[in-house]
């Protein structure tokens, strides 16, 4: 069992910057960051994969936030983040942190892949 815990969320002003946070107890191979907006489905944002064949970690994201956030892990401390810079109104959501011990590669920003879900860190953007 994986317990995820998220912390970093808040408000900001349209523009700004949040560095999200996830400490994860166990290890898996495939991390993600998920968000839900209220009337919406929750979507995948940004994905974090590292094996035995890609021990560097491989990421992908969302085409709504590349460019504007990072997603990184660090293995010493088991934890994973996610950088948002230059927020805009709709990154508005509760954000979630998944895990699961392997994703294959074309579903990692499914929802429906993830086992092992945090609890959820709201971020708030105004104008």
């Known amino acids: 069992q994986v317990q995820l815990v998220e912390s970093g969320g808040g408000s900001v002003q349209a523009g700004g910057s949040l560095r999200l946070s996830c400490a994860a107890s166990?290890?898996?191979?495939?991390m993600a960051w998920f968000r839900q907006a209220p009337g919406k489905e929750r979507e995948g944002v940004a994905v974090?994969?590292?094996?035995?064949?890609?021990?560097?970690?491989?990421?992908r994201y969302a085409d709504s936030v590349k460019g504007r956030f990072t997603i990184s892990k660090d293995n010493a401390k088991n934890t994973l983040y996610l950088q948002m810079n230059s927020l805009k109104l709709e990154d508005t959501a509760m954000y979630y942190c998944?895990?699961?011990?392997?994703?294959?590669?074309?579903?990692?920003?499914?929802?429906?892949?993830?086992?092992?879900w945090g609890q959820g860190t709201q971020v708030t953007v105004s104008s």
């Open positions: 998944a895990a699961d011990e392997w994703v294959g590669p074309n579903r990692r920003l499914k929802p429906s892949e993830y086992k092992y």
């Open positions: 974090y994969h590292a094996d035995g064949f890609d021990r560097d970690g491989s990421t």
């Open positions: 166990g290890q898996t191979y495939t």
